[in-house]
C-alpha cells in the first residue's frame, strides 16, 4: 500500500506541475503584456470554427482579428476560446493589445481571453499537484512512524492467523495478500489484531504455527507495524 501511494503521489506530483508550470508562464506573460502592452482597435474578418465543433456544432467560433499596430502594419491573429466572452460576429470591432516589441504576438483585450486559459491550467495543475503532494505527504508520515516503532515500539510475539490475498486490489492480473495476527497486549491485557502491509507473497505455508514479531505504541494500539523482515525482501512488499 505505501508503495501504491508513493506512486500515486508521484503521478499526481508530475502531472499537476506540467499544466500548473504552463498555466503559470502565461498567467505572468499575460500580465506583463496587458502592463506593458499597446492598445489598438481591430475588426473580425472572419470566423474558424474549431475541431471539436466539426464534431458538435455547439459551441463558439473563433475570431480571426485584424488590426493595424502604431507603425500603421497590418496584423492578423486568431483569439482565443474563452469564458465570459460574447459570441463574435463578422465586421465586429474588438480591442486589441500586443507586445510593441513583437506586434504579432496580440490578443483580444479583454479579461476573459487574456486570462481564462492560464487560471484554468493553473487550478487543474495546482490540485492534480495537490493531490500528489498530499499523498507523498501521507507516504513520508507513515515511513517515519515504521522507523519510531521499529526503534522505540515494544515489541510482541503475535500468534500468526491468516494469510488472505486481497482480490479487491490489482495490479496488473495480481492481487496483495495480508499477514494477520494477533497477540495479548501487556499493558492491558487485552487481545489486539494486527493487519500487515501488502505483500505480493502468501507466507501462510512458512508462518503457520509460528509467531509474528509485532511493533506498537502501547499508549496508542493503533500504531503498530507486522514486521515481515525475516521472511520477505523490501521488493515483495506491494
Keep these: 500500500m505505501l508503495k501504491a501511494v508513493r506512486n500515486v503521489g508521484i503521478f499526481f506530483l508530475v502531472i499537476?506541475?506540467?499544466p500548473a508550470s504552463i498555466g503559470g508562464w502565461k498567467l505572468v506573460s499575460n500580465y506583463q503584456l496587458a502592463v506593458e502592452g499597446s492598445q489598438?482597435?481591430?475588426?473580425v474578418i472572419r470566423l474558424k470554427r474549431t475541431i471539436r465543433q466539426h464534431k458538435r456544432p455547439r459551441g463558439r467560433d473563433l475570431p480571426v482579428i485584424e488590426f493595424r499596430d502604431a507603425s500603421g502594419a497590418k496584423h492578423i491573429f486568431t483569439g482565443a476560446p474563452s469564458l465570459g466572452d460574447h459570441d463574435y460576429a463578422r465586421g465586429q470591432r474588438v480591442r486589441v493589445i500586443y507586445s510593441p516589441r513583437s506586434p504579432s504576438d496580440a490578443r483580444i483585450n479583454s479579461f476573459g481571453s487574456l486570462y481564462h486559459f492560464s487560471?484554468?491550467?493553473l487550478g487543474f495543475g495546482l490540485l492534480f499537484?495537490?493531490?500528489g503532494v498530499a499523498s507523498?505527504?501521507?507516504y513520508r508520515r507513515r515511513l517515519r512512524v515504521i522507523d519510531e516503532l521499529m526503534r522505540?515500539?515494544?515489541r510482541v510475539q503475535a500468534e500468526f492467523q491468516h494469510c488472505i490475498r486481497d482480490k479487491r486490489a490489482k495490479k496488473g492480473k495480481d492481487s496483495p495478500f495480508y499477514v494477520f495476527a494477533q497477540a495479548r497486549n501487556p499493558s492491558t491485557g487485552e487481545i489486539a489484531r494486527f493487519k500487515s502491509l501488502p505483500i505480493w507473497k502468501d507466507l501462510s505455508p512458512v508462518l503457520r504455527g509460528q509467531t509474528v514479531p509485532v511493533r506498537f505504541d502501547p499508549s496508542s494500539p493503533k500504531h503498530y507495524f507486522v514486521d515481515l523482515s525475516q521472511w520477505i525482501s523490501e521488493d515483495e512488499f506491494a
Design 16 to 18: 499537476g506541475l506540467i
Design 40 to 43: 489598438a482597435t481591430g475588426t
Design 119 to 121: 487560471i484554468w491550467t
Design 129 to 131: 499537484a495537490g493531490v
Design 136 to 138: 507523498m505527504g501521507y
Design 152 to 154: 522505540n515500539g515494544l
